[in-house]
């Protein structure tokens, strides 16, 4: 099978993505992307390990449904770790659930999303906490970064706390692009924060924040 290559509201460096464990995300989060499109039952993709992943790509493994969740099955995780192993490539693995993070191929890196440091239990569904993200991701030797998105209203002292102590290489920032009427913070607040965070982080502004600033 051909490697996806990474489009739409990606990460700007992530050149492909690859996907194994397909369907509708265990964490359920009611702005999800993939929500636009009728899911599946989650299922393990047997023909996605035939993909050869080539080399010097960038890929976000899980970029539509996080491989990391509390009822995936670890047996599962590590037929995909396997496979990543056989090639010589950067890994970008994010999650909501980064206390599930195991040994990783060399050259990865983990993240995790923080929209907010608020538990909108109606909005997040099933997805950890923001606080447990943030102590789980902090515990990590591995390079780290942190996607605030789709930004959400916040406590600016606190969540500029949590990043300083993840110490992340970045921190991408954007904002909700699906109308989904999130609690959203006032244009001061989000320049406050990009400002306090490119004291000690790079910060990567996508396109949909100019909304908000």
């Known amino acids: ?9 990606m990460y700007p460096f992530v050149s492909h993505t690859w ?19 009728k899911q599946p039952e989650l299922h393990f993709d047997e023909k996605e390990l035939k993909t050869d992943l080539g080399s010097g790509n960038t890929i976000f493994v899980g970029s ?13 995780i590590d037929r995909i ?26 050259s990865s890196m983990i993240g995790t999303t923080i929209e907010t440091d608020i538990h909108y239990e109606d909005i997040m569904a099933n997805a950890p906490v923001p606080m447990s993200r943030y102590l789980a991701l902090m515990q990590y030797s591995y390079p780290k970064m942190v996607s605030i998105e789709p930004i959400m209203d916040f406590n600016l002292e606190t969540i500029i706390h949590w990043i300083r102590d993840i110490k992340p290489e970045f921190v991408s920032i954007g904002a909700d692009s699906g109308n989904n009427h999130l609690p959203e913070p006032s244009s001061d607040k989000v320049k406050a924060l990009i400002e306090a965070l490119k004291e000690f982080t790079e ?11």
């Open 64 to 76: 539509s449904c996080d491989m990391w969740a509390k009822c995936i099955a670890f047996t599962w």
């Open 81 to 106: 770790l396997d496979h990543c192993e056989m090639y010589w490539n950067d890994y970008l693995f994010q999650s909501k659930n980064p206390s599930r993070f195991k040994k990783l191929p060399f």
């Open 19 to 37: 996907n194994v464990i397909k369907g509708k995300c265990p964490h359920d989060c009611s702005y999800c992307y993939m929500k636009r499109y």
């Open 203 to 213: 910060v990567k502004i996508k396109d949909n924040l100019k909304r908000l600033l």
């Open 1 to 9: 099978m051909a490697l996806n290559k990474s489009r739409g509201n």
